[in-house]
């Protein structure tokens, strides 16, 4: 069971900039349209699985929630792992970004009704000045663009109840307005996005 990962990450979710979600407080974690669809990227620069090598993979959930806030459940997710991947760093990555395998995304996994099966989709990864865009398969494109003040610094937040539960790296967890497309006709409805959060995240589960 022990594993371990870092990994870029990139969150974008349908509400307005920023998603009430971050604040990790019930009570405020009120959808903006009484749902929420989203898109995480995770792109893995170093991760070891039970001796499989997760390094340079790439995974994406998208997912519904009905709402009215994240706390009551009932989601729809799917995972989209790049092409790539082989037949054991698929099965690594499905246990971990499902929560089987413990870390984070039990919180995610817990708040999950219907998990969709996973599509192994070729996914192209672009970085252009502060703008990240991916391309997943047919599903769709995350599109990120990470906030700067007037002199060049990051606009970051910190000490946030969900980054928190989720270990992002407090340095990295910079504000990042989206525009991500998705198109799976599995989930309950197209999407697009404008908030949106990027970061690095350190896990492990010994």
């Known amino acids: 069971m022990a594993w371990n990962l870092t990994a870029q990450v990139v969150e974008s979710c349908s509400c307005n900039m ?14 903006d349209q009484g749902w929420c669809d989203s898109a995480l990227l995770f792109h893995i620069r170093e991760g070891n699985s039970d001796g499989v090598d997760l390094d340079g993979c790439t995974v994406v959930l998208a997912g519904d929630f009905p709402g009215p806030t994240l706390f009551d459940g009932n989601g729809t997710q799917r995972l989209y792992v790049d092409e790539a991947a082989t037949a054991q760093q698929r099965r690594e990555l499905e246990a971990i970004f499902q929560g089987t395998k413990g870390g984070p995304m039990e919180i995610i996994a817990g708040l999950t009704t219907k998990w969709l099966p996973t599509q192994f989709v070729n996914i192209e990864i672009r970085e252009e000045d502060n703008v990240f865009t991916a391309t997943v398969g047919d599903f769709g494109k995350v599109r990120s663009a ?23 790296d407090k340095l990295t967890a910079q504000l990042a307005p989206s525009g991500t497309q998705w198109f799976d006709r599995d989930l309950p409805r197209p999407f697009e996005t404008r908030s949106g959060v990027r970061s690095t995240c350190h896990w492990s589960v010994n």
């Open 146 to 168: 990470a906030l700067q003040d007037e002199e060049g610094r990051p606009m970051t937040m910190q000490n946030v109840g969900f980054a928190s539960a989720l270990q992002f």
């Open 18 to 31: 920023l998603c009430p979600c971050w604040f990790g407080v019930q009570e405020l974690m009120v959808m």
